[in-house]
């Protein structure tokens, strides 16, 4: 079973430059949920999408930021006119169809290392 | 606002040590809580989730408490072995089904030979 992928796993812009990052979740899964990791700092949850619906984005920043899990393909996290402060590990998980209490875990991929210079 | 705090300060044991782990949560109860392991430039690993009304789950050498009372969950690891050194986060989420997670910051584990 492949688990959840991301890419690109490093990811380098100059300041002002768009950064788009991808996610494809478990196969079956279709909660998408992607979060932010700043050096010293625990893991922040940023927006969680179904297959093309945007559940709760309450912890994207208003602007720049924006999320999307097409019916095909990967789900996006873009961010538009990256500054320094948005270097971050960002991390995308994904869980399955509801079925009760067990299924209650997310699975995280290996996460997009962000730096922008 | 949900408030997850872990011990900031690395955890240092002896190969062979029972390590625990502390995790507590403020101004909410939690449907459940989960810890998971992250090695440096990984994502996270998930270990255990315990609910609500469980008091104590546990997998192979791994134990998990949950104290609704003291607002508080432990996370032991029984005959700890070097491979077990990483940063352990513990995570919450009020509702249990789709729910987005509330992260601590993690405790680091060093176990030495």
């Known amino acids: 079973n492949a688990g959840v992928m991301q890419n690109p796993r490093h990811l380098v812009r100059r300041r002002g430059q768009e950064a788009r990052l991808r996610c494809s979740p478990v196969k079956g899964h279709s909660h998408v949920y992607w979060y932010r990791q700043l050096p010293e700092e625990g893991l922040k949850f940023m927006v969680y999408?179904?297959?093309?619906?945007?559940?709760?984005e309450s912890g994207m920043p208003k602007e720049r930021f924006s999320a999307e899990f097409p019916k095909e393909g990967p789900s996006i996290l873009r961010i538009q006119q990256v500054v320094r402060g948005d270097s971050a590990a960002y991390f995308c998980?994904?869980?399955?169809?509801?079925?009760?209490?067990?299924?209650?875990?997310?699975?995280f991929g290996p996460g997009t290392r962000l730096t922008v210079l | 606002s949900q408030k997850i705090e872990q011990n900031s300060e690395a955890l240092n044991i002896q190969e062979g040590k029972t390590a625990t782990l502390t995790c507590n949560y403020t101004?909410?109860?939690?449907?459940?809580l989960q810890w998971y392991r992250q090695d440096p430039g990984r994502g996270p690993v998930f270990l255990l989730l315990?609910?609500?009304?469980?008091k104590e789950k546990r997998k192979e050498r791994l134990k998990v408490t949950f104290d609704t009372t003291l607002k508080q969950s432990l996370f032991h690891i029984t005959a700890s072995q070097p491979a077990d050194s990483a940063t352990y986060l513990c995570a919450s989420s009020k509702d249990s089904g789709y729910s987005t997670l509330t992260f601590g910051k993690g405790t680091m584990l060093l176990v030495s030979p």
């Open positions: 999408l179904q297959k093309e619906n945007i559940i709760d």
């Open positions: 315990i609910r609500e009304n469980e």
């Open positions: 998980a994904s869980s399955p169809p509801w079925q009760g209490a067990s299924t209650d875990t997310q699975y």
């Open positions: 101004n909410y109860s939690p449907a459940y």
